[in-house]
């Protein structure tokens, strides 16, 4: 989908901890991979989907609501 491949960045992180930046970003304790990171101020459904970390940010760490999110989002088809 082209709505998500032009608004949302990718990053590939090891399996191996510390996973890429996910310590710096979300804390020690959320690690667990695939983890959205919202944007701060990205206040579209955070109420619904997103928890807040230690560092305050906002993510979305169950792969389901990752993309129940982004069909919210984006305005995407239903999975089926």
Do not use: W
């Not at 709505?3 to 399996?15: A, K, Q, S, T």
């Not at 970003?25 to 579209?44: A, K, M, R, T, Y």
């Amino acid at each position: 989908f082209p709505e998500i491949r032009h608004n949302v960045e990718v990053r590939y992180v090891d399996f191996q901890k510390p996973r890429g930046n996910l310590p710096e970003l979300l804390g020690e304790s959320n690690q667990v991979c695939p983890n959205l990171v919202l944007d701060e101020g990205d206040q579209f459904g955070s109420e619904k989907f997103s928890v807040s970390a230690p560092t305050g940010m906002q993510h979305i760490d169950k792969t389901d609501d990752i993309i129940q999110y982004f069909i919210e989002r984006f305005d995407l088809p239903e999975k089926h």
